[in-house]
Nanobody, 120 residues
């Protein structure tokens, strides 16, 4: 059994910062990619940032230079540092982890989602 637990969302003013965390726990053999997605009302879920097990990262154009994804492999945790937040960053943020469990097949797992609201 694998579980992802997210934390760190909330309400912040434009220009402010938030840091999201997502910890994976359970019967995990190996973690490949870790990523953050977001979904605003009426929109499709979109990739925000991703980090491979080898340390490569990629970002959506809309967040480049403002958001930073990082991993703590010892803790099976991925972070998203969000700076210079804008109202258009308002969405539910989901972490996604591509992993191999101790038993079973490699698969994608999703966190429960955390609300980020940027408003004055």
């Amino acid at each position: 059994q694998v579980e992802l637990v997210e934390s760190g969302g909330g309400l912040v003013q434009p220009g402010g910062s938030l840091r999201l965390s997502c910890a994976a726990s359970g019967s995990i053999f190996y973690i490949y990619g870790m990523a953050w997605y977001r979904q605003a009302p009426g929109n499709q879920r979109e990739l925000v940032a991703a980090a491979t097990s080898g340390g490569s990262t990629n970002y959506a154009d809309s967040v480049k230079g403002r958001f930073t994804i990082s991993r703590d492999n010892a803790k099976n945790t991925v972070y998203l540092q969000m700076n210079s937040l804008k109202p258009e960053d308002t969405a539910v943020y989901y972490c996604n982890v591509d992993l191999m469990p101790m038993r079973g097949l490699r698969a994608d797992y999703w966190g429960q989602g955390t609300q980020v609201t940027v408003s004055s």
